[in-house]
């Protein structure tokens, strides 16, 4: 520990790390001698596309490794312990203690039978750094300096009485309750709002900065590390590209990949020439007032889809985006209003809706790794669909799924048979798209499809949206959060808050001001490529 970074000493090294993975007995190298340099307090970015290995070599950091995968060589030293010659007794009282893990989905990594404040003092109370009350009134201080509404009583909530972002902060309160040397952040923010990522990342860098604790920021997201990190660290396929510190690696970056990564985002929707006065609406939402139990979620909700069109609803969690789409499909009948679809209402309960009716919409989720089985094969989950509705069988069924492999630009040898754990995120993603295609619909939701997926294959999701759109003369309603995806895709936009709408018009419109103040706040609330974006934000909305 001689090496010094403004006078900190090295906490974390990491010298030929070999980290091996395993598909059908047969071991393969996806690490390939990953060198990793870490002083206290200091926050090193690792990025990269989707297999980079980024998460993989954040893991290796607590000695660590997920199933079916093992640590093949080099060394992994932290604060002087060699980690691959350790006891796994001296590994489990570093882990948690003074190595923290905040994982990508806070929703699924709490108990859900168990209350936050349990769950926060379960591990300083087992590594013996504190007793129960102290841990209690521990919990109550960070959550307090995490910005948590009622931080008094927040921690007695479950899982499931709290919101996302609220949640995200409270894992990262958990992960600091033994003041750990190091925490490693994966991908804390992907699934969240704009606005909501605004709070975390600064409850975050704040709770950093405040313990001078190391970190590992992993992410997808490069305007997102630029605001985290002091040096990033660029993975491809388990391999090194380069390293820098933020400004310079974003200012100047070497490599042609890395230069790649920078340049991503480059799609952008042609523009579309005005719809007919007199043109019917694919789907038209007529004054949609729904909700759950006696509580209205959705209040006099309206706006038209129309054939070849895109229109993206965008707004925080809570503004009844996805609460809509449910009304759509049938899975939720409204109060008071209508849907109607090619001029023709609808039922508003799916269950007396025609199969023909029920074919004409489909769906498209955000997460591939839930929305798949994972015991059928490629063949049966595009199959299916095509089965029930167009009533294909034999030849002619394997005919359209080989073909709809083709249109989402999979060969179809490749892929038939697999099963969705061997395949990659984007691509399980393209199989969600060729399940909704095999209905052969006029329109399909598409919900937060791209917000889990690295930059390089989002825009591939998007470019072949857009390309199947064309083809098949597709409506799409996009739900997201990501702005930066409203302008690569969108005709129109809907703002919604609370359960209304805000605001709505072309695109073009919608990101010329003036706007509405809510819009005005989505929209400054969208990261930069700016290492200062994040700090001067925070300042002028704390006025100056």
């Known amino acids: 520990m001689t090496e010094q970074n403004n006078g900190k000493p090295v906490l974390l090294t990491m010298k030929g790390l070999r980290i091996e993975g395993r598909s059908d007995e047969t071991w393969s190298e996806i690490v390939h001698g990953i060198d990793l340099t870490l002083h206290k307090g200091e926050v090193l970015g690792l990025i990269g596309e989707s297999g980079a290995g980024k998460s993989t070599v954040g893991l290796a950091a607590m000695g660590f490794t997920r199933d079916g995968c093992r640590i093949s060589g080099g060394e992994i030293v932290f604060d002087g312990i060699d980690l691959m010659k350790a006891s796994e007794a001296t590994k489990r009282n570093l882990r948690g203690k003074r190595i923290a893990y905040v994982a990508q989905s806070a929703a699924a990594s709490f108990n859900p039978a168990h209350k936050l404040m349990d769950q926060y003092c379960e591990a300083p109370v087992q590594h013996g750094v504190m007793g129960r009350a102290e841990a209690e009134s521990d919990a109550v201080d960070l959550y307090r300096r995490m910005q948590l509404p009622d931080p008094d009583n927040i921690g007695f909530r479950y899982p499931h009485q709290v919101s996302g972002g609220q949640l995200q902060r409270a894992m990262t309160a958990m992960a600091m309750a033994c003041r ?48 985290m990190a002091d040096r990033i660290k660029v993975l491809l396929k388990g ?14 970056p070497k490599e042609d990949y890395t230069k790649s990564l920078w340049a991503v985002r480059s799609h952008a929707r042609a523009e579309q020439p005005p719809v007919a006065a007199d043109k019917t609406p694919v789907v038209s939402v007529q004054n949609i007032t729904a909700g759950y139990g006696s509580v ?41 209003g209508q849907i109607l679809f090619d001029g023709e209402t609808l039922p508003p309960d799916y269950r007396k809706r025609t199969r023909d009716q029920l074919r004409q919409a489909q769906m498209i989720y955000q997460m ?37 492999l083709d249109l989402i630009e999979l060969e179809p040898d490749d ?108 929209l400054s609330s969208v990261p930069e490529m700016d290492p200062d974006w994040l700090t001067d934000l925070l300042r002028e909305r704390e006025g100056g």
């Open 415 to 522: 892929y038939i048979d697999r099963l969705p754990a061997e395949l990659s995120g984007g691509q399980k993603q393209r199989i969600g798209i060729a399940r909704a295609l095999a209905a052969e619909p006029k329109f399909i939701i598409c919900d937060e499809v791209t917000s889990a997926l690295d930059q390089l294959v989002a825009e591939g999701i998007l470019k072949l949206l857009d390309k199947l759109q064309s083809e098949f003369d597709l409506a799409y309603m996009f739900i997201t959060h990501d702005l930066a995806t409203v302008k690569a895709i969108a005709d129109e936009v809907v703002v919604m808050k609370e359960g209304r709408v805000i605001e709505q018009g072309p695109k073009s419109e919608m990101f010329r001001p003036p706007h509405d103040p809510y819009t005005e706040l989505l």
């Open 296 to 336: 209205d979620v959705l209040m006099n909700v309206n706006f038209d889809i129309h054939e070849r069109r895109t229109v993206a609803v965008v707004g925080e969690s809570g503004s009844g985006k996805s609460t809509t789409a449910r009304v759509i499909t049938g899975l939720l009948p409204p109060r008071q």
């Open 180 to 227: 750990p040397d190091l925490i490693i952040f994966d991908e804390p923010t992907t699934a969240l709002d704009v606005t909501t990522q605004i709070e975390v990342l600064a409850a975050i860098r704040n709770i950093v900065e405040q313990f001078d604790t190391a970190a590992i920021y992993i992410t997808h997201d490069l305007a997102v590390v630029a605001q």
């Open 239 to 252: 391999d090194e590209v380069e390293e820098a510190d933020t400004r310079s690696m974003l200012s100047a």
């Open 368 to 404: 591939a790794d839930t929305a798949l089985n994972p015991k059928l094969r490629i063949r049966e989950l595009i199959g299916r669909p095509a089965q029930m509705y167009l009533g294909l069988q034999g030849k002619a069924l394997t005919d359209r799924i080989r073909n709809l």
